[in-house]
């Protein structure tokens, strides 16, 4: 009796606990950009820059691809910037960057610091340098995005290419003497914006004299020169060469920047997620310049844990996020929300689903995270694989249903790196990564099955009867 007594108490506590719907978070916390204490650029690596790029504006004024300052007719105003990084089209996130440092207004040092907003985001050495730019550092999986192009660099105005710096090493992990590899663009009011850091060999293709427009892609964000992190350094100087810090702010009384060189400032702290992703396991967050390993996954096989994740950037002292986890029926799993106590440049936390609570359902869970009145919603499959309508747009495969060979041919020479077969409850029952077109599957039992093709392109799925 006692016995089942404590059977029902354990189920009405696991229901309690559903009820209200609360989880902790297994881990995760505050990632820090490590902060470069240091010039990203020495002021003699600063000082032979202007000079390359004045040599070069006085051969594109006499070829006429710059007008000069003296011949403008009219009063010279300075541009107004959108955003200089983004993502690429293939980047599975919602953003790629936070801030981590800003132009510092005040000139003393060392660790005398004051940022537009008479904050402390930013930084001075005890060498007397005071930081000349914004930094912008990637994340989440800051490496990780460099490796496959995740976030780039594009122009924040209208301009024209006056110099390219290309060919150093990308991957810096602590402070060095070493070059890096830039974008250098000159604007019709003869302002200029600097876009240091970037990865080797991703730069434009357009040189010097060539021509771009707002939000045109100038490079991969990267780790060369001396750099901590991936980041995008962007640094602004106005027609007299004056540097600019393009905040306007109660603490930005400088003369180069009296009103803001923003299309739409954006506000000092802007608390917003940049991911919700699902899981095989806990990201791995690897020394530098071991990328980090994200273990992405969005189909699950029965049985297994699904390890849920959102990646923040301005985190919020004192706020929450709603968290909910959605069956395949639309039916809520969980929801709760997870209260925020410190303020972070950017945080990430993750938590665990057991194949208990994941199998009741097969098929495609949403989990969505509300932050700061914007949701984001990550799909996942758990225990069927799904199906690509394109699968039959990139590959032939034949005879469907078979019982003992098929062959899968790529229509467009994609590389196949394996191939696997599944049950309808998501287990994976045969893979083959050498193969010659011809796969035998006589040892399969007859049935319906979902293939999935990995290819260099991505994963595409289809079913097929075996009988």
């Known amino acids: 009796m006692k016995t089942n007594i404590l059977i029902i108490l354990c189920f009405n506590f696991l229901n309690l606990s559903y009820a209200q719907n609360y989880r ?50 009219s009063p010279l105003i300075h541009p107004l910037f959108i955003w200089p990084v983004d993502k690429s089209d293939s980047t599975p996130y919602d953003n ?77 992990c602590s402070f060095n003497s070493n070059n890096w590899n830039a974008v250098y663009i000159s604007h019709a009011d003869g302002s200029q914006t600097w876009y240091g850091h970037l990865k080797n060999g991703s730069l434009t293709n357009k040189n010097p004299g060539d021509t771009v427009v707002a939000g045109e892609f100038l490079g991969v964000v990267g780790s060369s020169g001396n750099s901590t992190g991936p ?25 180069s920047s009296t009103d803001s060189w923003w299309q739409n400032q954006k506000p000092y702290w802007e608390p917003k997620i940049n991911a919700v992703l699902s899981h095989s396991s806990a990201p791995q967050f690897n020394s530098c310049p071991t990328s980090e390993n994200p273990n992405l996954n969005d189909n699950f096989t029965v049985g297994s844990n699904v390890v849920v994740g959102i990646y923040l950037a301005d985190q919020l002292a004192g706020t929450s996020v709603n968290l909910v986890m959605r069956r395949p029926d639309n039916s809520v799993l969980a929801n ?16 665990t689903f057991s194949p208990i609570e994941m199998s009741q359902q097969l098929g495609t869970y949403q989990f969505t995270a509300t932050y700061q009145g914007n949701s984001v919603t990550h799909s996942f499959n758990y225990g069927n694989l799904g199906i690509n309508e394109n699968f039959n747009q990139k590959f032939d495969l034949f005879p469907n ?52 093709v990995s290819t260099s392109d991505g994963v595409y799925s289809t079913k097929f009867v075996k009988n």
């Open 24 to 73: 902790f978070p297994e881990g995760g916390g505050e990632y820090v950009m490590s902060n470069n204490y240091n010039e990203c650029l020495s002021e003699e690596q600063r000082i032979q820059i202007k000079q390359k790029l004045q040599q070069s504006i006085t051969r594109l004024e006499s070829s006429g691809k710059i007008i000069q300052k003296s011949k403008l007719t």
């Open 96 to 172: 790629v960057w936070s801030i981590s440092n800003h132009v510092d207004h005040n000139p003393n040092f060392p660790n005398a610091i004051q940022d537009w907003n008479c904050g402390s985001r930013t930084y001075d050495t005890s060498s007397g340098y005071n930081h000349k730019g914004i930094d912008i550092f990637t994340w989440p999986f800051s490496l990780f995005q460099m490796d496959n192009n995740q976030a780039i660099a594009v122009a924040a105005a209208d301009g024209v290419i006056i110099g390219k710096d290309d060919g150093n090493y990308d991957r810096s």
């Open 231 to 255: 980041h995008l350094h962007f640094e602004v100087y106005n027609n007299l060469n004056q540097l600019v810090d393009t905040y306007t702010g109660t603490c930005n009384n400088w003369s």
């Open 336 to 351: 709760w929300n997870f209260n925020l106590v410190d303020q972070y440049y950017a945080s990430w936390w993750y938590w």
């Open 401 to 452: 249903p078979s019982s003992d060979v098929i062959i899968i041919e790529s229509k467009d020479n994609l590389i196949i790196n394996n191939i696997k077969f599944f049950d309808l409850l998501g287990k994976e029952v045969a893979s083959f990564n050498n193969f010659q077109e011809q796969i035998r599957i006589s040892s399969l039992s007859n049935g319906i099955y979902l293939i999935r």
